[in-house]
């Protein structure tokens, strides 16, 4: 069974504002019965304010689909549409304390009923704008449309390459043949050959020099802020952030703030920003949560 | 009441009198069979002991046709990487749409070294065509490989049939027979079955312990290469407390075979009887003429399986599901689809798989919470309004995308 949290399992014993809203003005579905979830959110908006009254969901799907269905209309409901817009995917798993990386897309679906659902309101269309494959990388929830459709764009050649662009198979490294076997077959379809030898794709990051021999303590610091400045995007883009505390010998401690403080990837993303700088800078870079220091009893000793 | 157990297909409760036997095996006579000290010398008689008890069970001729194996999985690979390695000429295998992912996922990644894989299909009760697989039978196949029982269905192929059309044909067969092994009774011996997997975990052994029935004669190649144990067939050292625990449960398997065909038979009946007359719009899978006496596969129309599950462990009762999100996949489980089942339905299957730890008692209870645990989910599903499914559920909801 799943391993999920408390939140989910309240919401999904007893969901809220189960139901078609009656007098709906609004009203957004996605998914579909062939997918294995379905969700229906109908909407009373106010016509002069456009804050949503009422919400209401009927949803086909597992448990986590459906606590994704009842912790959105709790969320939702008071906010003005404008505000409901804002709310991500990630605000629905992190209301829910989190998702496991397989159940993500329930949060997701979630997302996009609301603007489905806004869209009707407005009379607008909607267009989904992704789609969905098989998860491949468990450890950054990354399925394999994805990776797919970034090994086309950037014209990727290996496992690393796949990792640098997308992050999958950055972490256990367990889903490394699956994503060979991506590139493999896309590789195939522009008729080239997948080589596990490439050289790898050049990604903007890789722009920062690769320092030769040991390094002071002041070199050391500026390479590791000149690092996470370039990894900053990628994070940003999830709405998290990274900040650099200290640096005691080969140990950076850093805090993880936004999103990836509290997500339960942050360890993962730590792991990768650890072996990105360990390539960068070519020594051995240990990354540690801030919230660690306070552990060594005394800093200068340590 | 105390928590109810019916997913026995997925693996059972080890047996006390298993325990019982394996026990000093692990505390006095620890010894490596291999050795010559009065810590090993009853490991090799209780081995010996253990090879003909799995020898009655199954009706070999030999007990020697018995290699201990870790698991189910590995006796699968073993047999079908053996006949590949055996007959290097021959680069096809057969076997069905709904073997179990041992199988599948091995005879993918063959395909993608150049075998070519027939995959026989199943009509809408999960039953296989014959003359369909008699027209593939040449001598360009390596091997047979079809389960002896399906594991969510309970569907029972007629192996012994197939095992001499391939016989007739020269063509090895294997049968994964991990489901059925213990449930219904069989002589091997008297079939041209040349190998056969079998799990502990499946008939109240413990995990970790396999087998694979070899016919003597049979064209063979190690997986596992090493010292001499198995006779050379499976090396590393013996897993002397598990074998000897397999043992008693094949014995233990063939006391209760007649109580599995006719107790357990009842209270699956019952279950099933009790389910499909309460509730609308349900129905079970598989082959209702032709299954293991243990198992039922019921689809619930319209709501999810997951759901469904979490619901029934709310209220004490383990079973399992097909659907997709079990997994984390978005397929429901390819039985299902292999079967035909439509998607309002393939996604809310559960399957109760019984033992003779099971009592009539339980299977009231579940009828009892049944249906209010359906009802339940229905009231929240868009394809769902009162009484029934909406209208052409289909095409009722109109998602964005879909």
Known sequence: MWDYSDKVKEHFFNPKNAGAVVDANATGEVGSISCGDALRLTLKVDDDSEIILEAGFQTFGCGSAIASSSVLTEIIKGMTLDEALKVTNQDIADQLEGLPPEKMHCSVMGREALQAAIANYRGEEWKDDHEEGALICKCFAIDAVMIEEMVWANKLRTVEDVTNFTKAGGGCAACHEDIEAILEKVLAEKGEKFDPGAAPVKKPAETIAAVKGPLTNLQRIKKIEEVLESLRPALMADGGDVELVEVIGNTAYVNMTGACNGCQMAAMTIAGIQQRLMEVMGEFIKVVPASEMAKLVNIEVA | ?402
């Open chain 2, 1 to 402: 009441m105390t928590d109810i157990y019916l997913d026995n297909n997925a693996t059972t409760k080890v047996d006390p009198a298993v325990v019982d036997v394996m026990i000093p095996y692990f505390l006095e006579q620890y010894g490596n069979p291999s050795s010559i000290h009065k810590f090993a010398d009853g490991v090799a008689r209780g081995l010996k002991q253990a090879r003909q008890q799995v020898q009655a069970l199954i009706g070999a001729e030999h007990d020697s046709e018995i290699i201990f194996t870790s698991c189910g999985t590995e006796s699968n690979s073993t047999a079908i990487l053996s006949a590949i390695k055996a007959q290097p000429n021959k680069k096809e295998i057969i076997t069905t749409t709904v073997e179990h992912p041992a199988i599948l996922s091995l005879c993918e990644h063959l395909e993608k070294e150049g075998y070519t894989i027939h995959r026989l299909p199943v009509d809408k009760a999960g039953r296989l065509k014959l003359d369909a697989y008699q027209r593939l039978l040449s001598d360009q196949v390596a091997i047979v490989s079809v389960m002896w029982a399906n594991n969510e269905t309970g569907t029972i192929f007629p192996v012994a049939e197939m095992a001499e059309m391939a016989n007739a044909a020269g063509v090895m067969f294997h049968t994964d027979a991990v489901q059925a092994v213990g449930k219904i009774p069989m002589m091997l011996q008297d079939t041209k079955i040349d190998m056969l997997s079998l799990s502990g975990h499946k008939l109240h052994a413990p995990k970790g312990i396999g087998v694979l029935y070899l016919r003597r004669g049979t064209r063979y190649r190690p997986l596992l290469r090493g010292g001499h144990q198995e006779r050379g067939r499976r090396a590393g050292t013996e897993n002397s407390a598990s074998i000897v625990g397999l043992g008693k449960a094949c014995e233990l398997a063939q006391n209760f075979i007649e109580y599995e065909n006719i107790q357990v038979k009842a209270m699956r009946d019952r279950l099933e009887q009790g389910i499909t007359e309460q509730i609308g719009h349900c129905f079970v899978t598989g082959d209702m003429y032709n299954r293991l006496p243990n198992t039922t596969d019921i689809a619930f129309e319209y709501i999810e399986g997951e759901s469904i599950l979490m619901l029934l462990n709310k209220a004490g009762i383990a079973a399992s599901s097909g659907s997709a999100c079990t997994s984390g996949s978005l397929e429901p489980s390819h039985v299902m689809r292999a079967m035909d089942i439509p998607y309002t339905a393939a996604h809310g299957t559960i399957r109760f798989s019984f033992s003779r730890y099971n009592t009539m008692a339980e299977v009231e209870k579940v009828i009892e919470v049944m249906p209010g645990i359906v009802a339940t989910l229905r009231k929240l599903s868009p394809y769902w309004s009162g009484d029934g499914p909406v209208a052409n559920p289909e095409q009722a909801f109109a998602p964005t995308y879909a």
